[in-house]
């Protein structure tokens, strides 16, 4: 995204040279200007990723703690399960039905809750995805119309610009044409 940008504007840049008609003075003050807001833009685009950048991955990293909890809790329980069916078999190692009664018991309930604690943690798990997908879906598309509107404002700005130096009849038809084309790439 960032290439494409300074492809753009380096197109814009050039555009403004050849309607320069021998004002080198005026060139270089354009270039000092457009270098400037280059540079501004640079900056901006930045401090938006470093401070949007923050609280993201915090978000990200609060599910994934929280994902985590659980299949340790999971973990505790299936644990747990194996431990009672162990100290039952333990305790009714001479009375063989007893023992596969209490084992059949044992293994139902562990079974039980491992399916369950398992659709909660694959729920979690999906929940967590699709919040990061949305989430991270809204920042592009806002980061997306704010560069669209920086671009058409500076391209507005440059054609006012172009239009005060006094350019031709036909620089100006090609520079709508252009503009227009531009637009509907950026739409």
Not at 157 to 172: F, K, P, S, Y
Request: charged share 30%; aromatic share 4%.
């Amino acid at each position: 995204m960032m290439v494409a940008t300074a492809g753009w504007m380096a197109l814009l840049a050039g555009a403004v040279f050849a309607s320069g008609d021998g004002h080198a003075a005026d060139s270089d003050a354009l270039l000092k200007d457009f270098l400037y807001r280059c540079l501004n833009f640079a900056i901006v685009f930045g401090a938006l990723a470093y401070l949007l950048a923050k609280p993201l991955r915090q978000g990200l990293e609060q599910r994934r703690v929280k994902l985590i909890e659980a299949l340790k809790q999971a973990n505790k329980a299936r644990a747990a399960a194996e431990a009672m069916v162990a100290e039952y078999e333990r305790k009714l190692g001479d009375s063989d039905r007893e023992i596969a009664d209490m084992l059949a018991q044992a293994k139902e309930e562990n079974a039980r809750e491992q399916v369950k604690v398992l659709a909660e943690a694959q729920a979690l798990a999906e929940t967590v995805r699709k919040e990061a997908r949305q989430c991270a879906d809204r920042e592009i598309e806002r980061a997306r119309r704010e560069l669209r509107s920086e671009a058409a404002q500076m391209a507005v700005r440059m054609a006012e610009e172009m239009l005060r130096q006094g350019i031709t009849d036909e620089d100006r038809a090609r520079l709508v044409k252009e503009n227009l084309q531009q637009m509907e790439s950026q739409s």
